[in-house]
């Protein structure tokens, strides 16, 4: 059959162009095909680089879940900073128990715990010991009274654990606010012979309260005097 040159060139024309742009595409598959081989030799080295750095990471994060009490690891759920107050509440409650045995006539001891209640973290827990009953329980059932001379001997133990540290600071003067009135008249015995022993280790003890039994047992007072034009003070005794 006669042939078709115009057909042909045509052919030819459209063929032309499927090269150049295959042969575009193929270029840029090889330019992107360098481009990600020089990535990935980059991620492989930082991946290298960061393995070390990613395993001092998980020991570091480890540590502080363990310093900060949220590790499944750290059974008490207890912060290392309530670990550290633990010891030196444990140091506390000793120092407390020989002043509160004494104002509770030989029946209430304290003991640090670091038992977990609930979901609740541990570590700065007290109980109270009943030699009447050789149980623990729990400090909220002491009465007003007896948390009162509880609080006290705790912050009296307080001031002899931090004046018994190497290079502590001695607590010459110690004042204590109110609480007295809910003590009975044996208690406050107790409570006041406990405190007089204080004045014999040269240290001053200054009570706030509105208690009247107090008077015949504190010889120098200062006593507050309400007027219309304000208050003033009165001064009674010269100690003892």
Do not use: C
Request: proline fraction near 2%; charge should be neutral; glycine fraction near 10%.
């Amino acid at each position: 059959p006669p042939a078709d040159p115009d057909a042909a060139t045509d052919r030819a024309r459209r063929a032309d162009l499927r090269l150049r742009a295959a042969a575009a595409t193929d270029e840029a598959a090889a330019r992107d095909t360098a481009a990600l081989d020089t990535l990935s030799r980059q991620a492989t080295a930082e991946a290298r680089r960061l393995g070390p750095l990613r395993a001092q990471y998980e020991r570091v994060a480890r540590l502080a879940q363990l310093a900060a009490g949220t590790s499944t690891e750290n059974e008490r759920r207890m912060r290392l900073e309530s670990y550290v107050l633990a010891a030196r509440l444990e140091q506390v409650a000793a120092a407390a128990t020989v002043r509160l045995h004494r104002m509770s006539g030989g029946r209430y001891t304290l003991v640090h715990t670091a038992d977990r209640s609930g979901r609740g973290r541990s570590g700065l827990g007290l109980r109270v010991v009943d030699a009447w009953t050789g149980r623990e329980r729990d400090t909220a059932t002491l009465s007003g009274g007896e948390t009162f001379f509880a609080s006290l001997a705790l912050a009296l133990g307080l001031a002899d654990v931090v004046t018994d540290e190497a290079g502590g600071v001695r607590l010459d003067t110690l004042f204590i606010d109110e609480g007295f009135g809910s003590l009975d008249d044996q208690t406050l015995d107790d409570v006041l012979d406990v405190l007089d022993t204080l004045r014999e280790r040269d240290r001053s003890v200054g009570i706030v309260s509105h208690v009247a039994d107090l008077r015949r047992r504190v010889h120098t007072q200062l006593e507050v005097v309400k007027g219309r034009d304000g208050s003033r003070l009165r001064v009674h005794g010269t100690g003892g």
